[in-house]
Structure formats: C-alpha cells, structure tokens
C-alpha cells in the first residue's frame, strides 16, 4: 500500500513524509563500486557521489512513498560533500509541489540525506506523473 502522504490527495507541501538512517559502510561502497564498474581503490573510505542517489531509492522503496505506475518526468540532482564509510546518513522524504496540466496530476517529490554533522550529502529532487485511478 502507498504511504497516505505520498499520494495526490494526502500530499501535505513541504511536510517530512518519512525518514531512514543508514549506515555506510566500505562493504556497501565497494558492492556499489562493482556493480557499476567503478575503480574501488579510489573510493577507499568514501562513496561515490552517484551512490548517494541509492539512499533516496531505498527510502522510497522501504515506506512504499511512490503509487504503482507512477512515471518519473525529470531528476535534479545536487551534490555535497562527500559520505564517509563509517558515518549514518540520514535522508527524509517532502513533497514540494503538486499541479495539474493537460489532464494530468504531478507530484514533486524531494529527497535530501545528511551527514552526522548535518550537511548535505546530496538532494534529489524529481516530478512524477501520478497514473490515472491512483489515489
């Protein structure tokens, strides 16, 4: 079932829907470095900065915040500094807009994870058209 907040009807602006913590560690960096064919002896103690983009997936996988056949539009991304093997990351879950256009419901969804020391990790931000028949 779709989390109440993350469809058309119940989004609430600029409200936290859901939030996870995950912890980094040099594991999960180099299973990511081998399934993208990234060089692992460079990131050492660091993640990849496109790794960042997993940790928004995931949050949106585990709270099931997106409604079945929902269309990604656009991403825009932006990127801070650098996740640290080692550290938890927090990354949470808003709604920034939502609009009609040509007969069709949008929802902007936004996804921000944070460092231990509260700084940016990275931001996704992206529109999503919501299917017909969904809440």
Request: charged fraction near 20%.
């Amino acid at each position: 079932m779709t989390h109440p907040m993350t469809t058309y009807a119940g989004a609430e602006l600029g409200r936290e829907v859901c939030r996870a913590q995950t912890l980094l560690t040099q594991t999960e960096i180099d299973r990511f470095c081998g399934l993208l064919g990234y060089d692992g002896a460079q990131y050492q103690g660091v993640a990849p900065t496109s790794m960042c983009l997993a940790f928004g997936l995931r949050l949106g996988w585990e709270a099931q915040v997106f409604p079945p056949g929902v269309i990604r539009v656009g991403d825009e991304n932006t990127y801070g500094v650098p996740a640290q093997a080692g550290e938890v990351l927090v990354t949470k879950l808003v709604i920034t807009d939502r609009f009609e256009r040509k007969g069709r419901r949008f929802l902007t969804y936004q996804m921000d994870t944070t460092n231990p020391a509260g700084e940016q990790v990275c931001r996704v931000k992206f529109t999503a058209i919501i299917p017909e028949g969904a809440p």
